[in-house]
């Protein structure tokens, strides 16, 4: 499975954006998919995973309310739309692909076999 995400950009606190992630490949379906970010200097860190079906999802607590992952498995793409951005937003985040078989409240690295590139969110205060 190769991922590519998109939709990262410049937004003023407060504001919105859509992350998109496009998998390649008939398999896309098959795997629950998450969203993890990483700020300057530190650690990369979960976001949200969503089911394989779209059915449950799980979110870091810093983003509950705030953050929507979603996914179309007919058109092989997760989501994560972000409301109410803040500064602390500020990171490069990347898509990936759960373990088949794993946890979807997994939230350490380990549990994702194939990652995206990477798109950067900058939040301005």
């Known amino acids: 499975v190769q991922l590519q995400a998109s939709g990262g950009g410049l937004v003023q606190a407060g504001g919105s954006l859509r992350l998109s992630c496009a998998a390649s490949?008939?398999?896309?379906?098959?795997?629950?998919m998450g969203w993890f970010r990483q700020a300057p200097g530190k650690e990369r860190e979960f976001v949200a995973a969503?089911?394989?079906?779209?059915?449950?999802?799980y979110y870091v607590d810093s983003v509950k309310g705030r953050f929507t992952i979603s996914r179309d498995n007919a058109k092989n793409t997760v989501y994560l739309q972000m409301n109410s951005l803040k500064p602390e937003d500020t990171a490069v985040y990347y898509c990936?692909?759960?373990?088949?078989?794993?946890?979807?409240?997994?939230?350490?690295?380990?549990?994702?076999?194939?990652w995206g590139q990477g798109t950067l969110v900058t939040v301005s205060s």
């Open positions: 990936a692909a759960q373990i088949r078989g794993g946890s979807l409240y997994n939230t350490d690295l380990s549990g994702y076999v194939y």
């Open positions: 490949g008939r398999t896309f379906s098959l795997y629950a």
């Open positions: 969503i089911s394989r079906g779209g059915g449950s999802t």
